[in-house]
């Protein structure tokens, strides 16, 4: 597996190893062992999440302020374009954001720690998400970072007005929400 860094500090783009034939493909989504020589940290995952949208919905940008959640994201069907944005207040890069073309194709992954918002879009008809999280899901906990916050400026790859959550279309501007501090 080979790990990529972004422009944020602890977000990796993962590539794993995929061995085609005639038959179709194989390859590793998740080792423990190779997770910690890619990344250099010790993970713990609690929790599996699955989620299938349609093309134009945008989930996001969640984030707990208590038990933070890292994530563990790929795409098994379909194509998204993920994001994360650094909500660190002491990490040189607080408030800018990446973003990742996943796929069912390309096979990459993306490594989020805690410490971030996440969310993504579906370019595709329709997209299967999944995600593994080393806390627990807390919704008394939960926030969301307004997807399209100027402060930010993600850079969305949309054909439209996006598909939200009612939860979503009301989330706060960067200068307004909880973040973290250490």
């Given at each position: 597996?080979?790990?990529?860094?972004?422009?944020?500090?602890?977000?990796?783009?993962?590539?794993?190893?995929?061995?085609?034939?005639?038959?179709?493909?194989?390859?590793?989504?998740?080792?423990?062992?190779?997770?910690r020589e890619v990344l250099g940290v010790e993970l713990t995952f609690v929790q599996d999440n699955h989620s299938r949208s349609g093309k134009g919905v945008l989930r996001g940008m969640h984030y707990q302020i208590k038990q933070p959640q890292?994530?563990?994201v790929r795409v098994?069907?379909?194509?998204?374009?993920?994001?994360a944005v650094?909500?660190?207040?002491?990490?040189?890069?607080?408030?800018?954001?990446?973003?990742?073309?996943?796929?069912?194709?390309n096979h990459r992954q993306i490594w989020i720690p805690p410490g971030f918002?996440?969310?993504?879009?579906v370019l595709s008809d329709s997209?299967?998400?999944?995600?593994?999280?080393?806390?627990?899901?807390?919704?008394?906990?939960?926030?969301?970072l307004l997807w399209n916050?100027?402060?930010?400026?993600?850079?969305?790859?949309?054909d439209g007005e996006p598909i939200l959550s009612l939860k979503d279309g009301?989330?706060?501007?960067?200068g307004e929400i909880e973040v973290f501090w250490g």
């Open positions: 597996m080979k790990a990529i860094p972004t422009k944020l500090e602890g977000v990796f783009i993962l590539e794993p190893d995929v061995f085609g034939d005639a038959r179709g493909f194989f390859m590793e989504s998740y080792n423990a062992r190779t997770l890292g994530k563990l098994v069907k379909g194509t998204v374009f993920d994001v650094d909500l660190r207040k002491s990490s040189p890069t607080f408030g800018q954001w990446t973003g990742v073309e996943l796929s069912e194709d918002a996440h969310g993504f879009t997209a299967d998400f999944l995600y593994k999280t080393t806390d627990y899901y807390a919704p008394e906990h939960e926030r969301c916050d100027k402060t930010v400026g993600v850079k969305w790859p949309l009301q989330g706060l501007p960067l």
